[in-house]
Structures are given as C-alpha cells and as structure tokens.
C-alpha cells in the first residue's frame, strides 16, 4: 500500500501549491487494487493536485487523474483499456452547515469539509473509484461464440400469444 501523501488542505490551498506524480495501481489501497473490475493492476496513474482560492475567497483543490486502467469488459470477459482522464473541483469548508448550505445552492459543486491534514492518496483512490465505468464494455466484443449465444434463432415463445389477441 502506499505511504500516505498528507497536506495541510487550507495551507495547500491558500498558497496555491501544487503536487503531481504517478502511482501504480497495485501501490493503492485494496479497494482500488483489488477492484472486482480491474484486469490486472500493473498500471500507473498519474495525478496532479493544485491548489487555490476562489472568488468568493473559499478555499479550493483541483485534481487531475488520468491513465490507461485495464479493465474486464461485461460483456465478454476479455480484458479492455479504458483511458480516464478526470478532472475535479473540490471546493473546502470549514463547517458541516456552510458546506450544506453551498451544496443546496449548487448541485454540481463538489465540496468537502476541512481537516487539519489530508492524504493525496485517499483523495486519488476515491476519485478513480467514481471514476471507473459502472459496468465496462467493449463497443464492438468480436467474440463469434457469444453472438452465436446471444442471435435470436429461436421462435419467440410468446408469437403464439399475439396471434390469438389479433384473432379477436
């Protein structure tokens, strides 16, 4: 597992440092390693976390995550490469009802609570878990086997029934 990369969020943000880097994916927590998904977890994902503060003065994390993660298609089951390339705002508060507040106001900030100390990591395995495709598949599977499974040769059991409701 990684060794945590922790950071003051409201120093961080206040003077607009940035920090980027790359991690393999089996460097990760187990719930991102270990994903049910994941083909293999010999890739590298490469971050960058800047941060800053807005116009209204709140503080402000800005995450880039991209890679080339490995994925099983659910369809097939054949391995698959699905590029990621997130991007997220993440606005900071320093209480539960300010946060609440700017959340009700506007429903696509991303928002989260300040702490004396933040892991990069955490932040990085959570994005790439919301990132990662509900339920991956290739376009096109080329796998003659289950189009053969999947071709409609049988008579539709239910014909029989339409043709007796359009006797009528």
């Known amino acids: ?3 945590p990369i922790l950071i003051d969020p ?3 943000a206040r003077e607009r440092q940035s920090l980027e880097g790359e991690v393999a994916l089996a460097d990760l927590h187990e719930r991102v390693a270990a994903h049910e998904y994941l ?3 010999e890739a590298k994902v490469a971050f960058r976390l800047q941060g800053g503060v807005d116009r209204w003065q709140r503080p402000y994390l800005d995450l880039a995550v991209s890679a080339d993660l490995p994925l099983v298609c659910q369809r097939c089951l054949q391995p698959m490469s699905v590029a990621l390339d997130e991007q997220a705002h993440i606005v900071l508060f320093a209480d539960e009802a300010a946060l609440d507040e700017a959340m009700l106001a ?3 900030l991303e928002g989260m609570l300040l702490s004396p100390e933040l892991d990069v990591a955490e932040l990085l395995e959570d994005q790439l878990l919301m990132a990662v495709p509900y339920s ?3 376009e096109d599977c080329s796998n003659q086997a289950l189009a053969d499974i999947n071709q409609n040769s049988k008579p539709n059991p239910f014909a029989v029934l339409a043709g007796l ?3 009528r």
């Open 10 to 12: 409201a120093a961080f």
């Open 1 to 3: 597992m990684l060794d």
């Open 39 to 41: 083909a293999s977890n």
């Open 165 to 167: 409701k359009n006797s």
């Open 106 to 108: 506007d429903d696509e």
């Open 136 to 138: 991956p598949r290739h």
